[in-house]
């Protein structure tokens, strides 16, 4: 059974960073484009950003040049390298294969951004 749990969130003042991971146990996400998704209190979960095996990526428009996304295989983990962070970037983020799996969804890792 595949467990992901992701880390990193916190409260942090606008413009300021953080970098989010996200570990999964099992092999599984190594060989599975993976992504980061984030949902905000009372909206639904949005795709954030997109890595593939061969380490391609993609953003959402509302994050791009802003955070990056990486992997480790070798880990298993997939960052997320958040910068600039705006008021609008808060929400629970959390890391799934693209098309997610429902079996692998985690509890999240919450960012919060104020001042």
């Known amino acids: 059974q595949v467990q992901v749990v992701e880390s990193g969130g916190d409260l942090v003042q606008p413009g300021g960073s953080l970098r989010l991971s996200c570990a999964a146990s099992?092999?599984?996400?190594?060989?599975?484009?993976m992504a980061w998704y984030r949902q905000a209190a009372g909206k639904q979960r949005e795709l954030v950003a997109v890595?593939?095996?061969?380490?391609?990526?993609d953003y959402a428009h509302s994050v791009e040049g802003r955070f990056t996304i990486s992997r480790d295989n070798a880990k298993g983990t997939v960052y997320l390298q958040m910068n600039g962070i705006k008021p609008e970037d808060t929400a629970n983020y959390y890391c799934?294969?693209?098309?997610?799996?429902?079996?692998?969804w985690g509890q999240g890792t919450q960012v919060t951004v104020s001042s």
């Open positions: 099992g092999s599984i996400f190594r060989f599975s484009t």
């Open positions: 799934n294969s693209l098309p997610a799996v429902a079996a692998y």
């Open positions: 890595i593939t095996t061969g380490s391609s990526t």
